[in-house]
C-alpha cells in the first residue's frame, strides 16, 4: 500500500516543542521526508532521513524512524510562530515517486 | 528569478474554457513534475518528465494535457474542467530522477485554481 497517515491539527504553545506523528506502510521504502507548506507557498523540503537510520538531527529539528512499527516523527524544538505551516511526512515509493500524507496543520499560539 | 516559478498564481475558469499553467525552473534540473493538492488530501503526483519526455502519467483524465518543450519549462493545458478539479496545481523539479541529495524535489507555489 502507499498509504501515508498523520493527524490534521496540532496546537502548541511558542517556545514549547512540537512533535508531528506520521505512519507509513511501505516497508520498503528508501526515504522517508518532511516538508513545510506557509499560506501561499510551495512546498518546502524541510529534512530527510534514509531508512537504515533511527535519529536525524539538524538545528531545532529532530526525526525519529521506528521501521518496525513504519512510525517517523518531527519535532520541533522552541516552536516559534514561524513554524505555524502545513507539514506533510512523505515516503519514497520508487526510485523517484513519493507518497505524501494530508499533512498536519501546526497553530503555534502565543 | 530564481527556484522555480509559476504563473498564473490564481486562475479561475469556466468548464468550456481552455487555459494553461506554466511552471519555470531557473535550477538546471533535468526532471520536472506536476501535481495536484485537494483540501486536506494527500498531494497526488500527475505527470513526470525527465528531459523532457514524460515518464509517468498516473491515470489523470485527458482533459489535462502536459507540455514540456525544454527541460526548463513545463506546460498544463486545461480543456472542458470540472468543478471537481479545483484545487492547487504545484510544479517541482529536481536534478534527476531520484530521491534525495541532489535529486530532492523543489516545489513552486503552485497555481490555485476554481473552476466553476
Known amino acids: 500500500g502507499e498509504d501515508v497517515e498523520q493527524s490534521l491539527f496540532l496546537s502548541v504553545r511558542e517556545g514549547d516543542s512540537s512533535v508531528i506523528n506520521c505512519t507509513y506502510t511501505d516497508s520498503s521504502s528508501t526515504y522517508l521526508y518532511w516538508y513545510k507548506q506557509e499560506p501561499g507557498a510551495g512546498l518546502q523540503l524541510l529534512t530527510y532521513i534514509f531508512s537504515n537510520m533511527d535519529m536525524k538531527q539538524d538545528q531545532r529539528l529532530t526525526v525519529l524512524l521506528n521501521k518496525k512499527d513504519k512510525h517517523l516523527s518531527l519535532r520541533i524544538a522552541d516552536t516559534q510562530t514561524g513554524d505555524s505551516a502545513i507539514y506533510f511526512c512523505a515516503e519514497s515509493i520508487n526510485d523517484y515517486k513519493l507518497s505524501f500524507g494530508a499533512g498536519t496543520t501546526v497553530t503555534v499560539r502565543a | 528569478e530564481t527556484g522555480v516559478t509559476q504563473t498564473p498564481r490564481h486562475l479561475v475558469m469556466g468548464m468550456t474554457n481552455k487555459k494553461s499553467l506554466k511552471c519555470e525552473q531557473h535550477?538546471?534540473?533535468?526532471?520536472m513534475y506536476w501535481y495536484k493538492q485537494s483540501a486536506k488530501k494527500p498531494l497526488e503526483l500527475m505527470f513526470v518528465y525527465n528531459f523532457k519526455e514524460q515518464t509517468e502519467n498516473n491515470s489523470v483524465p485527458s482533459r489535462f494535457s502536459p507540455e514540456c518543450p525544454n527541460s526548463s519549462h513545463l506546460f498544463l493545458h486545461l480543456h472542458t474542467l470540472q468543478p471537481e478539479d479545483s484545487a492547487l496545481y504545484l510544479c517541482?523539479?529536481?536534478?534527476?530522477?531520484?530521491?534525495?541529495?541532489?535529486?530532492?524535489?523543489?516545489f513552486g507555489p503552485g497555481t490555485r485554481l476554481t473552476v466553476l
Open positions: 517541482a523539479s529536481s536534478q534527476d530522477l531520484g530521491l534525495a541529495g541532489l535529486d530532492t524535489q523543489y
Open positions: 535550477l538546471g534540473h533535468n526532471a
